[in-house]
């Protein structure tokens, strides 16, 4: 198979604090990948250096064959590689739909209109959210707003998914339903770290 993102000797510090020290590794298309550590390890802050939320300070990511070592995160979303967030962050005064519809429009396909509302659509369902979609994001809960995001990040139409803790706060029932989730995810053509 294919190398969807090799990263290699990646590092990030801030200051003398080293968060992220030399990591390489590559991920097969098709994979799921796991990345384990306990608190502080600097999971996030990798995922963040590779997803153009901060640029790292050393090494190189290469994705789908492009260096995109400290690209920002719009252009890594328009190449096809979208995140969940170890704490989402919705637009709180937009609707659920309207919060996804936002992944839509800035992801790889760059849609408009009534395509980005019926892809946010399609999201949602799939992601089986709970409630109307036409709820402020405000009034959801924290497995609600993991959801949220899940969505969002499938509207962009990845070819990389990067979950941060997705699962954190799941209850075994919701764990278990998450897990096949994102085995289906995989089925569908989209490598997931």
């Known amino acids: 198979m294919a190398t969807v993102l090799?990263?290699?000797n990646l590092r990030k510090s801030y200051g003398q604090l080293e968060a992220v020290k030399g990591v390489s590794f590559e991920v097969a298309?098709?994979?799921?990948?796991?990345l384990i550590g306990p608190n502080g390890a600097g999971k996030t802050t990798f995922l963040n250096s590779i997803a153009g939320t901060f640029r790292p300070n050393g090494g190189r990511a290469i994705f789908a064959g492009e260096d995109v070592t400290g690209a920002p995160a719009e252009v890594?979303?328009?190449?096809?590689?979208?995140?969940?967030?170890?704490i989402p962050l919705p637009f709180?005064?937009?609707?659920?739909?309207?919060n996804v519809?936002?992944?839509a429009v800035?992801?790889?396909?760059?849609?408009s209109g009534k395509t980005a509302r019926h892809r946010a659509g399609e999201?949602?369902?799939?992601?089986?959210?709970?409630?109307?979609?036409?709820?402020?994001?405000?009034q959801l809960n924290a497995v609600q707003l993991k959801r949220l995001d899940l969505a969002r990040a499938l509207a962009c139409g990845?070819?990389?998914?990067?979950?941060?803790?997705?699962?954190?706060?799941?209850?075994?029932?919701?764990?278990e339903d998450m897990m096949a989730l994102i085995r289906i995810i995989r089925e569908q053509g989209i490598t997931v770290i």
């Open 76 to 86: 890594m979303c328009r190449k096809g590689m979208s995140r969940t967030f170890q």
């Open 6 to 8: 090799s990263v290699e």
């Open 106 to 111: 800035f992801g790889a396909d760059h849609l």
């Open 158 to 175: 990845p070819k990389l998914l990067l979950l941060d803790e997705l699962a954190s706060g799941l209850t075994p029932s919701e764990l």
């Open 123 to 138: 999201a949602l369902e799939f992601v089986h959210f709970p409630l109307p979609l036409d709820t402020p994001a405000e």
């Open 101 to 103: 519809m936002v992944g």
């Open 92 to 98: 709180p005064k937009l609707t659920v739909l309207e």
């Open 29 to 34: 298309e098709g994979e799921i990948f796991a």
